[in-house]
C-alpha cells in the first residue's frame, strides 16, 4: 500500500479546516466528522483532512486517498492541469516525476488557499490561479497534455457526479489531450 503524507499545520479559515488526527480506520474519521467512514480501512498512524463545515471531509492523506488518485500517478506527463488544490497532495508527485514540465492548479476558495499554498510542494513550473473550474476561461491557445478534476464537494449522488464529469470534459476536451478524474466512493 502506498500513501503521499503531506505536512500541513492544523489551522481554520472560514468554513475550511486542516484536521490533524492520529488512529486507525476505527477512528479517525469519526474524529473529524463524528461518524466513522465505513468500508475504508487506515491503518493506525498520524493523517492530514481538509475538512469543510458544509460538505464533510474534502480531501485527506490516506491510503485510500492514495488509491483514489491512481489514474493521475498512471498518466500525468507534460503540462498538467489540476483541479482543486486540496492538500496540496499531489504537489510531490508532480515535482518529482520527469514526465511533467508544468503544473497549472485551478482553486476557487480563498481559505483553501490561504490553509496550502504556503505549506505545500511546489516550484518554478508551478501556476496557482485563483478561479472556478466549472466558470474559468482558460486563455486562447491554452494546452495541457493531461487534466486531474478532483474539484466535486457535492453530497449529491454518484449520477449528479457523473453529469459533472460530463459537463467538464465537454468543457475542457479542447485543451486537454487526455482527462481523468478522483476516483471515490
Request: with cysteine; aromatic share 16%; glycine share 8%.
Amino acid at each position: 500500500m502506498s500513501r503521499v503524507k503531506v505536512n500541513l499545520p492544523i489551522g481554520s479559515d472560514g468554513n475550511w479546516s486542516i484536521k490533524n488526527v492520529t488512529g486507525d480506520s476505527e477512528s479517525i474519521y469519526s474524529d473529524v466528522v463524528g461518524v466513522s467512514c465505513g468500508g475504508k480501512t487506515e491503518p493506525f498512524g498520524n493523517y492530514t483532512f481538509l475538512y469543510n463545515h458544509l460538505y464533510g471531509i474534502v480531501m485527506s492523506d490516506t491510503y485510500n486517498e492514495h488509491s483514489e488518485h491512481q489514474a493521475l500517478w498512471n498518466g500525468a506527463t507534460g503540462d498538467v492541469l489540476v483541479a482543486g488544490l486540496g492538500l496540496g497532495y499531489v504537489n510531490d508527485f508532480l515535482i518529482n516525476n520527469p514526465n511533467v514540465t508544468s503544473v497549472t492548479i485551478v482553486e476557487k476558495n480563498q481559505e483553501v488557499i490561504n490553509l496550502v499554498w504556503p505549506y505545500c510542494p511546489k516550484n518554478q513550473t508551478f501556476t496557482l490561479i485563483t478561479d472556478d473550474i466549472e466558470t474559468w476561461s482558460p486563455p486562447n491557445g491554452s494546452h495541457w497534455h493531461f487534466g486531474w478534476f478532483d474539484s466535486w464537494t457535492s453530497q449529491s449522488t454518484f449520477a449528479d457526479y457523473q453529469s459533472y464529469q460530463q459537463f467538464i470534459r465537454n468543457k475542457y476536451q479542447t485543451y486537454c489531450d487526455s482527462i481523468e478524474f478522483w476516483a471515490g466512493e
